[in-house]
């Protein structure tokens, strides 16, 4: 049984674009994340609780956007949908439930273009209806020189180790599955790639790993690949903090004093440590020809 909620608002409209992903808005169809990765940030009471692992759908949340796509129009305003900032817009209910395919469905009707986060296959669903968005939404005037057209599909990897993967994701498709599905994207002509966020210190973030997901990258067809160091907030048992730290104890006790050592009571990374992060994955993105940017 799928727990529902209702809601006032379904489209958060940023103040300015963001460079990173290029979103205008997000919209989050799901409360909640059944993909349940250990170093997820949005859950525990950094937003107070609300995203767990136990997934809400949103029930209203088609007729609120429509009214919300209506008055964007009638106000002239047009700008990429970030689908997935909060919450995978995938979750194993949306099998039977199809909210996002819903959702999707109106974002096409009123012409918007979207850019989905992803550690799904079940994307692969939808591509019919994303190749309608992608031959009819309006780009923002900004971008129309930029990009081709208006979809773009990121899927979010923390390791391409099968057994560490399900360790610290254990609701997530496996990684080569996701590879493969971001290569049935690009070869269907979408704009496509990787989001590795967070790269795990000491356990993905080696120069051989570094190395292994840019090539993965440029072998799957990816456009980009996005980089991102560990953020952990939280001293409460569901924080992200806490949760991560049981994993490093139970899988990694040796890996522990590291830890502290690079984060230092702080929830990000020592500045040297994301100075070196930036140097050696632009170094070798540079060496295989692979943005770290979408533009
Ligand atoms: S898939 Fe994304 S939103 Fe869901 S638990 Fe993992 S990091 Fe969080």
Same mark, same amino acid.
């Given at each position: 049984?799928?727990?529902?909620?209702?809601?006032?608002?379904?489209?958060?409209?940023?103040?300015?674009?963001?460079?990173?992903?290029?979103?205008?808005?997000?919209?989050?169809?799901?409360?909640?994340?059944?993909?349940?990765?250990?170093?997820?940030? %949005?859950? +525990? =009471?950094?937003?107070?609780? !609300?995203?767990? &692992?136990?997934?809400?759908?949103?029930?209203?949340? &088609?007729?609120?956007?429509?009214?919300?796509?209506?008055?964007? #129009?009638?106000?002239?305003?047009?700008?990429?949908?970030?689908?997935? =900032?909060? *919450?995978?817009?995938?979750? *194993?209910? !949306?099998?039977?439930? %199809?909210?996002?395919?819903?959702?999707?469905? #109106?974002?096409?009707?009123?012409?918007?273009? &979207?850019?989905?986060?992803?550690?799904? !296959?079940?994307?692969?669903?939808?591509?019919?209806?994303?190749?309608?968005?992608?031959?009819? *939404?309006?780009?923002?005037?900004?971008?129309?020189?930029?990009?081709?057209?208006?979809?773009?599909?990121?899927? /979010?990897? =923390?390791?391409?180790?099968?057994?560490?993967?399900?360790? #610290?994701?254990?609701? &997530?498709?496996?990684?080569?599955?996701?590879?493969?599905?971001?290569?049935?994207?690009?070869?269907?002509?979408?704009?496509?790639?990787?989001?590795?966020?967070?790269?795990?210190?000491?356990?993905?973030? /080696?120069?051989?790993?570094?190395?292994?997901? #840019?090539?993965?990258?440029?072998?799957?067809? *990816?456009?980009?690949?996005?980089? +991102?160091?560990?953020?952990?907030?939280?001293?409460?048992?569901?924080?992200?903090?806490?949760?991560?730290?049981?994993?490093?104890?139970?899988?990694?006790?040796?890996?522990?004093?590291?830890?502290?050592?690079?984060?230092?009571?702080? /929830?990000?990374?020592?500045?040297?440590?994301?100075?070196?992060?930036?140097?050696?994955?632009?170094?070798?993105?540079?060496?295989?020809?692979?943005?770290? =940017?979408?533009?």
């Amino acid at each position: 049984m799928v727990n529902k909620i209702t809601i006032k608002t379904i489209l958060n409209k940023s103040k300015t674009r963001d460079d990173w992903f290029l979103g205008n808005y997000t919209l989050n169809p799901y409360a909640g994340c059944s993909m349940a990765c250990i170093y997820c940030y %949005t859950r +525990g =009471s950094k937003y107070g609780g !609300e995203h767990g &692992v136990d997934v809400s759908a949103k029930s209203n949340a &088609v007729p609120i956007l429509k009214k919300s796509l209506k008055n964007s #129009i009638r106000r002239n305003e047009r700008g990429i949908i970030i689908l997935g =900032s909060a *919450a995978d817009p995938y979750p *194993a209910v !949306e099998k039977e439930l %199809t909210l996002t395919r819903e959702i999707l469905g #109106i974002i096409k009707r009123f012409k918007f273009p &979207v850019h989905i986060l992803t550690k799904s !296959e079940l994307i692969l669903r939808d591509m019919d209806i994303l190749k309608g968005i992608k031959e009819i *939404a309006i780009l923002p005037d900004e971008l129309v020189d930029k990009l081709d057209n208006g979809v773009i599909i990121s899927f /979010s990897f =923390s390791s391409l180790d099968e057994k560490l993967a399900k360790i #610290i994701e254990p609701g &997530v498709p496996k990684p080569i599955e996701r590879l493969e599905t971001m290569k049935k994207f690009s070869d269907a002509g979408f704009k496509t790639g990787i989001i590795n966020m967070p790269v795990l210190p000491f356990l993905s973030d /080696s120069d051989e790993e570094v190395e292994t997901i #840019i090539n993965s990258a440029k072998k799957y067809g *990816a456009d980009y690949i996005l980089y +991102g160091g560990l953020t952990l907030y939280g001293e409460a048992p569901d924080d992200c903090k806490t949760l991560y730290f049981n994993f490093l104890k139970e899988n990694y006790p040796n890996l522990v004093n590291e830890y502290k050592k690079l984060f230092k009571g702080s /929830s990000s990374l020592s500045k040297s440590y994301q100075r070196d992060l930036t140097v050696r994955f632009g170094e070798i993105s540079t060496r295989y020809g692979i943005k770290n =940017s979408l533009l």
